[in-house]
């Protein structure tokens, strides 16, 4: 990432960064004021407020109103963190991000630039009980976006979240972001400001600011499209964000957080990018020589440069997968083990974002 505090950033997973020390909430709600004639009061929940600056360990910080924490109760099981071990230079790091709930077996959406080089993928549930072991199961490099699967012996039902429309959005509109940012192990809510909400659909490479190309260029994945639209919103994130949703006034999510800054602006792919990368992934269940690419077939018709170079690498990607057919099709998902040694030839090193 360019060094720049006024050029926003990807709040993704690279560099970590230190734990830091959190309240103890206990039981977290205590939902006062609802009786009929009683006024309602600030209910205890962890809030990122827009216009300031996050501080896990400032109490003081985490108010909101009682219709607020309801929504947090109301999706809480629904968005989780991801985590995983990540290896750079020698130095061992445990890196951490957001995601969302999208099916009930425990398939996750997310940002694929939080998965770039982790392994041990873990998911957690809300309040850190609950573990799952994860896969990549589908990615469309073109948005930044990855479906995750939950590995889930036991069988177990999960709560996904609503998937929205964010055409329907209208500017000023109250948005939510949701995450687990600055390595937290809590969920945080994040409303919109009370003067704005939606501001509007910009194109990336707009909303990014007056950079260069090749600052531009060092923010984006290979294959993502610098022209594509994200939705631009008034709410707070930090670095952990990435991949947790925004959700609407019916608590659906409208899209997945990708970029911030510290100007209380969240930048978020829009969920009718997601919805197709979803069906994908469903299709190809089960299948002994799935794909997870799901924007190969759009790459394969680019004969710019870029996309000349960028089918060099999926040649070696395939021949990796060759290689390791075998093991391939005892499987209905790519074995954790693949996914470190595709990365490097589907990816140049990048600076951290």
Same mark, same amino acid.
């Given at each position: 990432?360019?060094?720049?505090?006024?050029?926003?950033?990807?709040?993704?997973?690279?560099?970590?960064?230190? *734990?830091?020390?959190?309240?103890?909430?206990?039981?977290?709600?205590?939902?006062?004021?609802?009786?009929?004639? %009683?006024?309602?009061?600030?209910?205890?929940?962890?809030? %990122?407020?827009?216009?300031?600056?996050?501080?896990?360990?400032?109490?003081?910080?985490?108010?909101?109103?009682?219709?607020?924490?309801?929504?947090?109760?109301?999706?809480?099981?629904?968005?989780?963190?991801?985590?995983?071990?990540?290896? $750079?230079?020698? $130095?061992?790091?445990?890196?951490?991000?957001? #995601?969302?709930?999208?099916?009930?077996?425990?398939?996750?959406?997310?940002?694929?630039?939080?998965?770039?080089?982790?392994?041990?993928?873990?998911?957690?549930?809300?309040?850190?009980?609950?573990?799952?072991?994860?896969?990549?199961? @589908?990615?469309?490099?073109?948005?930044?976006?990855?479906?995750? +699967?939950?590995?889930?012996?036991?069988?177990?039902?999960?709560?996904?979240?609503?998937? #929205?429309?964010?055409?329907?959005?209208?500017?000023?509109?109250?948005? *939510?972001?949701? #995450?687990?940012?600055?390595?937290?192990?809590?969920?945080?809510?994040?409303?919109?400001?009370?003067?704005?909400?939606?501001?509007?659909?910009?194109?990336?490479?707009? @909303?990014?600011?007056?950079?260069? +190309?090749?600052?531009?260029?060092?923010?984006?994945?290979?294959?993502?499209?610098?022209?594509?639209?994200?939705?631009?919103? =008034?709410?707070?994130?930090?670095?952990?964000?990435?991949?947790?949703?925004?959700?609407?006034?019916?608590?659906?999510?409208?899209?997945?957080?990708?970029?911030?800054?510290?100007?209380?602006?969240?930048?978020?792919?829009?969920?009718?990018?997601?919805?197709?990368?979803?069906?994908?992934?469903?299709?190809?269940?089960?299948?002994?020589?799935?794909?997870?690419?799901?924007?190969?077939?759009?790459?394969?018709?680019?004969?710019?440069?870029?996309?000349?170079?960028?089918?060099?690498?999926?040649?070696?990607?395939? @021949?990796?997968?060759?290689?390791?057919?075998?093991?391939? %099709?005892?499987? @209905?998902?790519?074995?954790?083990?693949?996914?470190?040694?595709?990365?490097? =030839?589907?990816?140049?090193?990048?600076?951290?974002?």
């Amino acid at each position: 990432m360019v060094d720049d505090k006024n050029i926003p950033r990807k709040p993704d997973t690279s560099p970590a960064v230190p *734990t830091m020390p959190e309240p103890d909430f206990g039981p977290i709600f205590a939902l006062r004021g609802e009786k009929a004639g %009683q006024a309602s009061e600030p209910v205890v929940v962890p809030t %990122q407020k827009s216009n300031t600056e996050t501080n896990l360990a400032d109490r003081t910080q985490y108010s909101c109103s009682s219709a607020e924490a309801k929504q947090f109760l109301d999706v809480k099981d629904s968005i989780v963190r991801i985590s995983g071990t990540r290896s $750079k230079d020698g $130095k061992i790091s445990h890196p951490s991000a957001s #995601g969302f709930i999208v099916t009930p077996d425990g398939m996750v959406a997310t940002d694929y630039h939080i998965l770039r080089g982790l392994k041990d993928l873990k998911v957690t549930m809300e309040g850190g009980l609950i573990v799952h072991p994860a896969n990549v199961i @589908a990615v469309d490099r073109r948005f930044d976006l990855a479906i995750i +699967q939950m590995e889930n012996p036991s069988g177990s039902v999960f709560r996904p979240m609503a998937l #929205g429309s964010s055409e329907a959005l209208k500017r000023g509109e109250k948005l *939510t972001a949701w #995450g687990y940012p600055l390595s937290s192990n809590r969920l945080f809510i994040s409303p919109s400001d009370k003067e704005s909400g939606f501001r509007g659909r910009v194109q990336l490479k707009d @909303a990014l600011g007056p950079i260069s +190309q090749k600052e531009l260029f060092s923010l984006l994945l290979v294959g993502e499209k610098a022209d594509r639209e994200v939705l631009d919103s =008034a709410n707070l994130s930090n670095i952990g964000n990435s991949g947790g949703p925004v959700t609407d006034k019916q608590m659906q999510a409208v899209g997945a957080i990708v970029f911030s800054d510290k100007r209380n602006m969240t930048l978020a792919t829009p969920v009718e990018a997601i919805k197709p990368v979803l069906a994908f992934a469903r299709e190809q269940e089960g299948k002994p020589e799935r794909k997870f690419f799901f924007d190969e077939e759009d790459m394969s018709k680019d004969d710019s440069e870029e996309g000349l170079a960028l089918r060099a690498k999926l040649r070696a990607a395939r @021949a990796e997968i060759e290689v390791n057919q075998r093991s391939v %099709q005892k499987t @209905a998902t790519l074995k954790p083990i693949l996914l470190p040694k595709l990365r490097p =030839a589907l990816e140049p090193p990048s600076k951290p974002r």
